[in-house]
């Protein structure tokens, strides 16, 4: 995963003792917000492909929307 915030340090010596630098600390900031939204994106992207399913018509057997109750192809009744 790249550290884009990190990238800006003058003379590459991105050590603690810099923490009280306004900028340090705000790149800091933003590689914490990208790195936690990067796994929340990861585990969303694992659930719709893990536990959400395509419905598939009883009758024909391709895929149908859940908006409907029906077949938008036949009309026939979607399986459970
Ligand atoms: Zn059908």
């Given at each position: 995963?790249?550290h ?14 810099a923490?009280?630098?306004?900028l ?8 914490f ?10 585990a ?9 399913q395509?419905?598939r ?5 391709r895929?149908?929307?859940r ?5 938008t ?7 459970p």
């Open positions: 995963m790249p884009p915030g990190l990238r800006g340090s003058p003379g590459g010596g991105a050590t603690m003792e923490m009280d630098e306004p340090l600390r705000v790149g800091l900031e933003l590689t917000v990208v790195a936690v939204g990067g796994m929340v994106w990861a969303v992207r694992r659930i719709r492909t893990g536990l959400i395509v419905p018509c009883g009758r024909c057997g895929p149908t929307s908006a409907y109750p029906n077949c192809r036949c009309g026939g009744p979607r399986d």
